[in-house]
């Protein structure tokens, strides 16, 4: 398995400014994954961060609104720029070790914006 | 396109029943079926997968999962459910490769134990 942290664990933010979410992992990975979760809702896949390459962004979202960073195989940060109420959210980051076929999930970040 | 359909919002139990909380999937090629656990205020939890081999899948806390492919199912079962298996439950799929291989989660299903 992998052990996840992610940091901060919740935030209460004003609207228009933004938020940087880390996340490190217990073993070099080379697939990370950042999704949100709305209130009462699914997962839903923001992009694919794989290290040595831009990360790749799911329908609907884009860089410019969640930049993130993979500097090395075990830490990866979201950025959530220029944020609305909308933008409320659980935010998880998930890797998938490479010799198993298992996503593993950090405790998520709770973001309220206000 | 993949996709995952659970079709109960919510379970009710009483304590020492059998729970079953339904999965069905569409994926193209054979699947990839993931189950996972959501506690409150935690991030999701693996339970079990199904990847190939023996279509009843054991996992975690006494859960487990029957793959059934001509259903295209993967409903989570326990033989008694504890008030402690109160949570969220998440069914997952991806296909084998390329794009597919990106998980797809369902909208989830609330399962309550009853005392």
């Known amino acids: 398995s992998a052990v996840i942290s992610q940091k901060p664990s919740r935030d209460i933010c004003q609207r228009g400014t933004s938020l940087t979410i880390q996340c490190q992992v217990d073993s070099q990975v080379t697939m990370m994954f950042w999704y949100r979760q709305q209130p009462g809702q699914s997962l839903t896949l923001i992009a694919t961060a794989n290290q040595g390459s831009e990360a790749t962004y799911e329908s609907g979202f884009v860089i410019d609104k969640f930049p993130i960073s993979r500097p090395n195989l075990t830490f990866s940060t979201l950025t959530v720029s220029n944020m609305s109420p909308e933008d409320s959210s659980i935010y998880l980051c998930s890797v998938q070790p490479r010799t198993l076929n298992i996503q593993y999930f950090g405790a998520g970040t709770r973001l309220s914006v206000l | 396109a993949q996709s995952v359909a659970q079709p109960e919002d919510q379970v009710n139990v009483a304590e020492g029943n059998p729970l079953t909380v339904k999965c069905t999937y569409s994926?193209?090629?054979?699947?990839?079926l993931f189950w996972y656990v959501q506690y409150p205020n935690r991030g999701l939890q693996f339970l079990l997968k199904?990847?190939?081999?023996?279509?009843l899948v054991k996992g975690s806390y006494g859960f487990e999962a029957e793959f059934n492919k001509s259903q295209t199912s993967f409903h989570l079962k326990k033989p008694s459910a504890l008030v402690s298996d109160s949570a969220l439950y998440f069914c997952?799929?991806?296909?084998?490769?390329?794009?597919?291989?990106?998980?797809?989660f369902g909208s989830g299903t609330q399962l309550t134990v009853l005392p």
């Open positions: 997952a799929v991806r296909g084998p490769s390329g794009s597919a291989r990106q998980l797809t």
């Open positions: 199904y990847i190939t081999g023996d279509n």
């Open positions: 994926v193209s090629g054979n699947p990839y």
